[in-house]
Nanobody
Framework: QVQLVESGGGLVQAGGSLRLSCAAS????????MGWYRQAPGKERELVAR???????NYADAVKGRFTISRDNTKNTGYLQMNSLKPEDTAVYYC??????????????WGQGTQVTVSS
């Protein structure tokens, strides 16, 4: 049974920091890229950052310079360090296990999500 379990969300003031974790089980974590997505009320889910198994990363423009994605394949865990948080970062954050094929990334497995709320 595959599980991705996020933790670390919460309520923080603007300018603060949070660190999200995503613990994977039931899969060979190193075989997948890991993505962090977010979905705000009334908006579509969007990619925040992705890290490939080898460590290369990409970020959404809105979070570049503020968020850092990382992973520890020995612990089957990924992380999203979020600094200088803004109210517009408020959303449910999801981690995913991603695969690349046929010219596109696909999220094969999803976590249940963790709420991040940034107050002004």
């Amino acid at each position: 049974q595959v599980q991705l379990v996020e933790s670390g969300g919460g309520l923080v003031q603007a300018g603060g920091s949070l660190r999200l974790s995503c613990a994977a089980s039931g899969i060979i974590f190193s075989n997948y890229a890991m993505g962090w997505y977010r979905q705000a009320p009334g908006k579509e889910r969007e990619l925040v950052a992705r890290i490939r198994s080898g460590g290369s990363t990409n970020y959404a423009d809105a979070v570049k310079g503020r968020f850092t994605i990382s992973r520890d394949n020995t612990k089957n865990t990924g992380y999203l360090q979020m600094n200088s948080l803004k109210p517009e970062d408020t959303a449910v954050y999801y981690c995913s296990a991603d695969r690349y094929g046929s010219g596109n990334w696909a999220s094969v497995y999803w976590g249940q999500g963790t709420q991040v709320t940034v107050s002004s």
